[in-house]
């Protein structure tokens, strides 16, 4: 069985009810440490855990090797392809302790931030209208009512 590090490391949110936030980072990169490579032979396409175990004779570290190399599909894996790790007593390195996990929030992400308006936008939405404004030359109403019939689509 493998063992995720990102998966163990998923912190609930409190103010979410107890959500798993998946927005905090497990890892980060650490600038220093000398990054070998390993070439994917034919019979390790689209197996992580193969090259995981060849690398560090276990599956402990899959979820690290790939989010060192930026793969987000372990199946786009083919032969001949460079991965790039470290010796396994490194990989501490890389584990982001809360403090850097709330600096990294606080970065990317601003509760207090106001986004700007469209007034176009903001116009048609409060007249119901139902196609954008540049579809039809006179906008006209989502829903009509025509005698006993319901029109949708602005048509009369």
């Not at 497990?26 to 032979?41: E, H, P, R």
């Amino acid at each position: 069985m493998m063992d995720f590090y990102d998966l163990k490391n998923l912190k609930k949110d409190i103010a979410q009810n107890n959500l798993y936030n998946f927005f905090d980072a497990t890892y980060q990169y650490f600038i220093g440490l000398t990054l070998y490579q390993y070439a994917v032979n034919p019979w390790e396409e689209m197996r992580i855990d193969a090259i995981c175990n060849n690398i560090y004779t276990n599956t402990d570290y899959c979820d690290f090797l790939l989010d060192l190399n930026g793969i987000d599909n372990p199946l786009n894996i083919m032969n001949g392809d460079i991965l790039l790790y470290v010796p396994s007593d490194y990989i501490n390195y890389f584990h982001v302790d809360e403090t850097t996990a709330k600096a990294l929030r606080n970065t990317y992400l601003n509760a207090a931030k106001i986004s700007q308006q469209d007034q176009n936008r903001s116009a048609y939405i409060g007249n119901d209208l139902s196609l954008p404004p540049t579809f039809l030359q006179i906008p006209a109403s989502s829903v009509n009512i025509v005698g006993n019939q319901i029109v949708l689509g602005g048509n009369k």
